[in-house]
């Protein structure tokens, strides 16, 4: 019923203390009738009493004092013209919530209060007196002077959740009673310290998925559930939470399930759980210490024989050590070089002795194994070592303006620096590996490939760029030999490209060592190679006991896809002595010796 809404004759009688209950309406009935029948005998009294005038006199005067003291206590319940002052309130119950053991106070106050005023709980009466005996925990605080008949709770229980609500039974005169708003009490629980189903301490294996369950029973609230891991990380992720109502259906037990696949980092490490509400926001905590079993962590390093670039010298003894961080500890190491197991102990090192560059970029491998599993790890090495030539540069041969190119390949370790270097100008052409060039006369002749690895000693090839042309002759115009000995005649030419055919023509015919008539007499050796930046081939006419008959005027002819070269060599005999040098042409020929290109 909304506050201040009196009571009609025809409602039903309320409830009004334990077991008590009131009815305004016939009450107020009653005494006006009651009223009425005493102001009627006052009346006949008066008639039978006015013969003696004192008497009279004195019964009126009783009489006024009278209607002037029932004037006045209807004042207080009337108006200025005699109507009902109405009781109302002037405070009434709020809805609170409160924690299981503390005080609480639900505010009534009420002004003009005539009637009886009691606290229901649930509708059930407390009672009218303030010390509410009965209910040792309740009782009605305040003052009647102030109308404070507020409704003190201590100490809260949790039974105590419940709705209340400030009566005030009809006064005199017939004022109606009044009831206040109903006010919810909500009663708080703190939750139990929370337990963590598993124990204090768990064991389990790395990457297997484990579940840690945290129950909190009593809240009420129902308890909020946090996890912490051991770095003092707040967990969220992999985590379900779920609550069940106790049988007093007030309170909550809370559970937390933290899904987690382990790690080596969670080896020795404390998961905590903890539980609050909003009864009592101080953290209660368990913790659970985590032993993860792993297979061992593997890392290699390196020790001796490193540069200061770290890199291994050639040369130097090196040995690798195998570090393996397990639970448990007891590990089994081998080792691979490349793809070959080492034969041998297995321990946790490696040992290679004068280590070459045959085992640059070679991967090391160390395997350890413990009762979990195993893990490997692979050091790849770097081998320092100093230049060496893959593959020799190759000369070129071109025609006149043509492109062409030289390659110098290289190995080392660091990378080594290369320079090219022209012979005939001394100038450094490149540094880089292949020399792109432009052939010329200029750019012809041999060039050097220089190659360099700081703490190593040079290396250097040649390779030479050839100028296409016919054939140059550039043999002595005369050679020597001795009657009864072996001669040999030389016809050495310089020729890009190299020669086809080489001829020898002595007195008007062809030397052809493969005919029956020359075969015994004569034979031919021919070379080829390479001097000062030419390309040279030479042919060697060998002739058995020598006579007489075979010195003379020989022809060389030289043949190549670009032309012809000749030249006449004279066969002279030791014994001999020209006298007509300036005036038989030899000088003349030896003229144009001086001319030709020589090997």
Same mark, same amino acid.
């Given at each position: 019923m909304e506050s201040n809404t009196s009571i009609s004759f025809l409602e039903s009688c309320q409830p009004f203390g334990p077991g008590e209950k009131f009815c305004g309406s016939h009450q107020s009935w009653s005494h006006r009738r009651r009223r009425r029948r005493k102001w009627m005998s006052l009346q006949l009294l008066l008639s039978h009493c006015c013969a003696v005038p004192f008497q009279c006199f004195y019964l009126f005067l009783l009489v006024r004092i009278a209607v002037d003291a029932a004037k006045s206590g209807a004042s207080q319940w009337s108006g200025a013209g005699g109507e009902k $002052?109405?009781?109302r309130f002037a405070m009434e119950p709020q809805d609170q919530t409160a924690v299981?053991?503390?005080? =609480?106070? +639900?505010?009534? &106050? $009420?002004?003009?209060?005539s009637g009886q005023l009691q606290w229901t709980k649930d509708d059930f009466g407390l009672g009218t007196h303030r010390n509410l005996s009965g209910f040792e925990r309740y009782s009605m605080v305040g003052s009647d002077e102030e109308g404070d008949f507020s409704l003190d709770i201590f100490p809260v229980m949790l039974d105590d959740d419940a709705k209340y609500q400030c009566q005030v039974g009809p006064g005199r005169k017939g004022t109606p009673g009044i009831r206040s708003r109903f006010a919810s009490l909500m009663v708080l629980v703190p939750p139990e310290p929370p337990k963590i189903v598993q124990g204090d301490f768990m064991v389990t294996t790395e990457d297997r998925e484990i579940e840690l369950e945290c129950v909190s029973s009593g809240g009420r609230p129902a308890a909020e559930i946090t996890w912490i891991d051991g770095l003092g990380n707040v967990l969220t992720d992999g985590i379900e939470y779920m609550k069940e109502a106790l049988p007093d259906a007030r309170r909550f037990t809370a559970k937390s399930i933290l899904k987690l696949i382990p790690k080596k980092e969670h080896h020795n490490t404390t998961f905590t759980c903890q539980a609050q509400n909003t009864a009592d926001r101080t953290y209660r905590s368990v913790k659970l210490k985590l032993e993860v079993k792993y297979?061992?962590?593997?890392?290699?390093?390196? +020790? !001796?024989?490193?540069?200061?670039?770290?890199?291994?010298?050639e040369g130097s003894d090196v040995r690798l050590h195998c570090h393996a961080d397990a639970n448990p500890p007891d =590990?089994?190491? &081998?080792?691979y070089v490349g793809k070959e197991m080492v034969l041998g102990d297995y321990s946790t090192e490696l040992v290679i002795l004068n280590i070459s560059k045959k085992y640059h970029d070679v991967i090391v491998k160390c395997e350890a194994r413990n009762a979990v599993g195993k893990s490997e790890e692979s050091e790849t090495l770097d081998i320092s070592y100093g230049p060496i030539f893959r593959t020799l540069?190759?000369?070129?041969?071109?025609?006149?303006?043509?492109?062409?190119?030289?390659?110098?390949?290289?190995?080392?370790?660091?990378t080594p620096d290369i320079v090219w270097v022209h012979e005939e100008s001394?100038?450094?052409m490149s540094t880089l590996a292949n020399l792109t060039l432009t052939v010329t006369h200029a750019t012809t002749g041999r060039?050097?490939?220089?190659?360099?690895?700081?703490?190593?000693?040079?290396?250097?090839a040649e390779a030479s760029v050839f100028l296409k042309g016919p054939p140059s002759i550039g043999s002595p115009r005369q050679q020597f030999g001795t009657v009864g000995d072996t !001669?040999? +005649?030389?016809?050495?030419?310089?020729?890009?490209? =190299?020669?086809?055919?080489?001829?020898?023509?002595?007195?008007g015919r062809e030397i052809n060592t493969s005919s029956p008539e020359y075969s015994e007499l004569f034979s031919i050796v021919e070379s080829r190679s390479q001097s000062q930046g030419t390309e040279c081939v030479k042919s060697t006419l060998i002739i058995h006991d020598s006579r007489r008959e075979h010195f003379g005027s020989y022809n060389c002819t030289v043949v190549n896809e670009y032309g012809v070269d000749s030249v006449e060599i004279d066969f002279v005999s030791k014994g001999t002595r020209l006298l007509s040098w300036d005036i038989s042409g030899c000088g003349l020929a030896g003229l144009n010796f001086a001319d030709k290109k020589s090997c």
């Open positions: $002052v109405p009781q299981v053991g503390s005080r =609480v106070s +639900l505010p009534c &106050r $009420v002004m003009n209060k297979a061992p962590k593997v890392d290699i390093e390196v +020790l !001796g024989g490193e540069t200061s670039g770290g890199k291994i010298l =590990v089994t190491f &081998r080792w540069p190759a000369s070129v041969e071109a025609d006149l303006d043509a492109v062409v190119s030289l390659s110098c390949d290289i190995d080392g370790n660091p001394g100038r450094v060039y050097f490939c220089q190659g360099s690895v700081l703490g190593f000693p040079e290396v250097e !001669g040999q +005649l030389e016809c050495e030419a310089f020729s890009v490209p =190299v020669a086809k055919h080489i001829i020898w023509v002595h007195n």
